[in-house]
């Protein structure tokens, strides 16, 4: 057994204001990756800003990211970046801006190697990254991924070296002016995290720790989300207690701390083609496929899909999957898109080794027409 967590993480209100000195040490010229508009509206990103004022310290902001970004925006940003000569990069945002983040501040601290160096097996070093997430889904603020968008082969692939922010500076207020959706999708993402990290090859003692405390706590987050898919038409500020918020945000560090001892498996890697090709959200994309996951691991071990359904508080594998329905909606999809998404999940071998037994194409069919609509 292995247990690694090297991310410094606080959890609590106003953290970025209340370890601002931490912040400050990571560098003297700051390079922030964010997003288009949500960091401007939550405040986090004024938050930062105003520190980084106050101390004197440059930056120089970077809000081209895209959702599910691509290698060729981390590799623009990272140009701009080097000739800004920035010594470290604060993401702020979902997981699109912390991955993105990390691949950035890899790229800038090698700037003898090309794009091609992400997915290379090479011993290089980043510049230190200091993660504020804004979303309480991804969990990226304390793993070692960053996923990104490949064109090239229709895809998302998690880079080939592992990157840790040095801080993460987590707050619950930021989610008051997320939508609906975005809190409902992000939330089932973390459930993904904690049902793949417990159901996996590499499942242990340690991350049961993570994975099975992120279930009990997202459990007592259903009626919160329930409410919330039912009153999209009201914010969620309307909505959720700041106790809500601060819970959900814990749920998601807790579920990216599980996901960072062992990966995510076959439900990430069947939702990368339902995101590339049919346009879902990527926690919606992941949690469709979980109850049928879960089917398929109890044809082997129907303990541990007991234990994970009595720690969220499901009778049966049936009752998850409506309840996901109901809060996610369905997704559509034809045959030959079936197949075609299949055949690609066969074809990857890293994520295959991530389920603990052996798995044919027949299984992922299965996984793929229990969950989604066939035309």
């Known amino acids: 057994m292995q247990f690694f967590a090297p991310t410094r993480v606080y959890l609590e209100k106003d953290c970025v204001a209340n370890h601002k000195n931490e912040l400050l040490s990571y560098g003297s010229r700051a390079f922030i990756i964010t997003g288009k508009h949500s960091s401007k509206a939550n405040g986090s990103l004024d938050d930062v800003l105003s ?39 604060i993401g702020i945002g979902g997981g699109s801006p912390l991955d993105a983040a990390k691949a950035i501040a890899l790229l800038m601290a090698n ?10 097996s090479k011993e290089l070093t980043a510049l230190p990254v200091v993660a504020i997430p804004t979303t309480c889904g991804t969990g990226s603020e304390v793993t070692p991924n960053a996923v990104l968008t490949r064109h090239a082969f229709k ?17 619950g207020k930021y989610l008051s002016s997320a939508s609906s959706n975005l809190i409902i999708h992000t939330a089932v993402d ?35 989300l329930t409410q919330l898919a039912g009153q999209k038409d009201k ?19 807790v579920a990216g701390m599980a ?44 303990e541990d899909v007991n234990r994970v359904l009595s720690l969220l508080g499901f009778p049966s594998t049936d009752d998850l999957g409506a309840f996901l329905r109901k809060i996610l909606g369905t997704v559509t999809i034809t045959e030959a898109e079936c197949d075609l998404y299949a055949d690609k999940v066969m ?9 603990p037994f052996a798995i044919d194409r027949d299984g992922i069919v299965r996984i793929l027409t229990h969950s989604l609509e066939i035309r």
């Open 51 to 89: 520190i980084l004022d106050e101390a004197s310290v440059p930056y120089l902001i970077y809000n081209d990211i895209e959702e599910n970004p691509s290698v060729e925006t981390v590799t623009k940003a990272a140009g701009i970046g080097k000739d800004f000569q920035a010594d470290f990069v």
């Open 111 to 120: 700037p003898q190697e090309g794009a091609g160096c992400l997915y290379e």
């Open 155 to 171: 895809t998302k692939k998690s880079i080939s070296h592992n990157i840790y922010p040095k801080l993460a500076l987590v707050d």
């Open 190 to 224: 973390a459930l993904a995290h904690c049902v793949e990290s417990r159901l996996h090859t590499k499942a242990n003692v340690y991350n049961h720790m993570f994975s099975e405390y992120g279930l009990a706590l997202w459990s007592r987050l259903v009626p919160a």
């Open 235 to 253: 914010t969620p500020a309307d909505l959720l207690s700041e106790e809500d918020r601060e819970a959900l945000m814990l749920a998601s560090t």
């Open 259 to 302: 996901i960072a001892q062992t990966s995510t498996s076959l439900p990430h890697a069947i939702s990368y083609e339902i995101t590339y090709n049919q346009g879902v959200p990527h926690g919606m994309a992941c949690g469709i496929f979980l109850a049928a996951y879960m089917d398929e691991y109890a044809r082997n071990n129907a």
């Open 347 to 355: 074809a990857n071998a890293s994520k295959l080794s991530t389920y």
